[in-house]
């Protein structure tokens, strides 16, 4: 089976640093994604993770460890802006480009 | 370089109706996929089309179908429409049919079903 844990939702202060962790059962691997959603608006992407390690991205980074079927989004100096819903994607072995994705957290960034 | 882009935006439609979503893949990208995003979950993968046939295909029945077109760009058709049908309808498109490649979303189509 397949199965994605994210927790339900954060809070943080602006200004501060927040990770969000993602947990993941599938069937093979072939990558992990994360999306940054807001209310009634399509995904917009912020990374993708293959292998093994930390990719930076400016104020984002992304970290994967596949034996621990892990993830976790790191946000850096956080703005108002960055509230919003970030959602963690696995593509699975299946052959075609399928997602398979969590139900996102939902972060609230506080003056 | 084009984005992925949705029409329409906001649809409302009759149970038992059919409707017709589109979808313009971003500018490079021979493979489309379909997604259903319920309130307050994740997107749900719906299939997916390649050489404008589908090679991959998520738990939905078959009243749910679809089309490529030879410019890569899609149409998600739903037949019987339900209460449940109602939701957000997302596009991606990627680079490749599989494989380790990036996948982009369209802005989505706000189906509502009455």
């Known amino acids: 089976g397949q199965n994605i844990d994210q927790p339900t939702e954060m809070t943080a202060t602006e200004g501060a640093i927040v990770q969000i962790n993602c947990t993941y059962q599938?069937?093979?691997?072939?990558?992990l994604f994360w999306y940054q959603q807001h209310a009634g608006e399509a995904p917009t992407f912020l990374s993708y993770?293959?292998?093994?390690g930390l990719e930076e991205k400016g104020r984002f980074s992304s970290f994967l460890s596949r034996s621990k079927g892990y993830s976790y989004l790191l946000l850096k100096e956080l703005q108002m802006k960055d509230s919003a819903s970030y959602l963690c994607a696995v593509r699975p072995d299946t052959g075609f480009q399928k997602l398979v994705f969590g139900t996102g957290t939902r972060l609230l960034v506080s003056p | 370089e084009t984005g992925v882009t949705q029409s329409p935006t906001h649809l409302i439609k009759t149970r038992g109706q059919q409707v017709t979503l589109r979808c313009s893949s971003q500018?490079?990208?021979?493979?489309v996929s379909w997604y259903q995003q319920a309130l307050g979950q994740g997107p749900q993968f719906i299939f997916q089309y390649y050489r404008e046939e589908e090679n991959g295909r998520g738990n939905f029945p078959p009243r749910f179908s679809g089309l490529q077109f030879p410019n890569y760009s899609s149409e998600l058709n739903v037949n019987a429409l339900e209460l449940d049908d109602s939701a957000l309808y997302l596009c991606a498109s990627s680079a490749t049919p599989t494989g380790y490649t990036e996948a982009f979303f369209g802005q989505g189509t706000r189906l509502t079903v009455v």
């Open positions: 500018s490079g990208h021979n493979t």
């Open positions: 993770n293959v292998l093994d």
């Open positions: 599938t069937s093979g691997f072939n990558g």
